[in-house]
């Protein structure tokens, strides 16, 4: 197993320990190893998404639940939107597991 593919493997299985720190330091460390680099550019993508996906959910609903009338709907769209995040998230923490098993095996 060489170098590339055991960094390339632990940005994607970051997710388990630490989320989007450990793709970057790969990405900023090997900076002349474009095969490690674009690997650790998509984890880090990866792992981002659902962080922006939440920041952006919390800053929706605080701006929402203050504007609104309609307490009862606005309820019952924040459930949904926080289902479809939460959603977003599994398949993504489950994708990150795919990519880094199917690079561990190839």
Known sequence: MSKK???SVLAYLSI???PFIFPLIIWI???DEPFIRHHAAVALWLHLIPLLLWIAAIIFLGIGGLL???LQYFGAGMIIILGL???TSLVIFIYNLYKGI???VN
């Open 5 to 7: 593919q055991i960094l």
């Open 16 to 18: 388990l320990f630490a």
């Open 29 to 31: 460390v090997c900076r």
């Open 68 to 70: 609104t009338s309609h």
């Open 85 to 87: 995040i939460l959603l």
């Open 102 to 104: 199917k690079l561990l």
